[in-house]
């Protein structure tokens, strides 16, 4: 009895043997795999894994004018024509930034040093412009995460300088300002003499006509506020309802920006 005990037992060893050389892990004839990953499998998810493997695929699509398909996993809550128009336009310039886990956090509120670097970024695709000799923002230090952009933005008259010399970059970006950067930014002529000489061209009736909560805008905001509205259609949504004070959210941020630029590249 004790030795058909061992003969089964040696017969089983022989069949589970077998058995293991011969699949691989489950997979027949597969040679040199390590816990179920080929070793090329291994080498791209050991580059910067979900975001750079969706930006390769997009500028792929891109070029071939393909239809983009958006792989970031938290902008469910936005229509597909809005996913596919930020994807065409802003996302495929990499200047947002996404976390490994493909996410954006689209309902996050954004600052103003932020929105100022997707915004160059964006426009330039350039990412790390060199800081300049003589920094004009008081309160934007070296060790600031995007004091070279803000700084050289500001120096090369790019970015509005106030009086006081301060950008706040920390702070979380308004509406109205971002409506304000974004043309002060594109240097359109209207904005940028309103400022100067301090004369508004008068918009109100239009804005007040627009928006139910016109008369909230601040008046140094009113005529980049009208023009962004006459370019894009109703800013941030077409509801008439401005919200002039409320943060701007990273996902309306990329929305609008993405609205933008085609405007521009068509009339340059």
């Not at 291994?42 to 792989?71: C, L, P, R, Y």
């Not at 300088?161 to 002529?189: G, H, L, M, S």
Request: glycine share 8%; charged share 25%.
């Amino acid at each position: 009895m004790g030795l058909l005990r061992s003969i089964i037992k040696l017969c089983l060893l022989i069949i589970i043997f077998g058995l293991v050389t011969g699949c691989g892990n489950g997979q027949p004839g597969a040679n040199g795999v390590n816990d179920g990953k080929s070793q090329e499998g291994d080498a791209s998810a050991g580059s910067k894994a979900i975001a750079d493997a969706w930006f390769v695929k997009m500028n792929e699509a891109a070029q071939k004018g393909d239809t983009v398909q958006i792989h970031i996993k938290d902008l469910g809550e936005y229509r597909e024509e809005d996913r596919q128009h930020m994807a065409k336009w802003f996302f495929k310039s990499g200047a947002a930034e996404i976390g490994p886990d493909g996410r954006f956090e689209p309902d996050k509120t954004i600052t103003r040093g932020e929105f100022v670097a997707w915004m160059f970024g964006y426009f330039n695709d350039v990412l790390s412009p060199v800081p300049p000799e003589a920094p004009v923002y008081v309160d934007v230090r070296p060790g600031h995460k995007y004091y070279a952009i803000i700084q050289r933005l500001g120096t090369d008259g790019c970015l509005p300088v106030d009086e006081d010399k301060k950008f706040r970059p920390d702070d979380y970006i308004t509406r109205e300002e971002a409506a304000f950067i974004t043309k002060y930014y594109t240097r359109d002529p209207v904005v940028i003499k309103d400022i100067k000489d301090d004369s508004y061209v008068d918009f109100e009736k239009t804005l007040f006509t627009n928006y139910f909560d016109g008369d909230q805008i601040d008046p140094h905001y009113r005529t980049a506020v009208f023009l962004s509205d006459f370019e894009i259609g109703h800013a941030l949504g077409e509801i008439r309802s401005f919200c002039p004070k409320r943060q701007l959210t990273r996902g309306q941020a990329a929305l609008w920006l993405s609205r933008i630029i085609p405007v521009h590249k068509y009339y340059n």
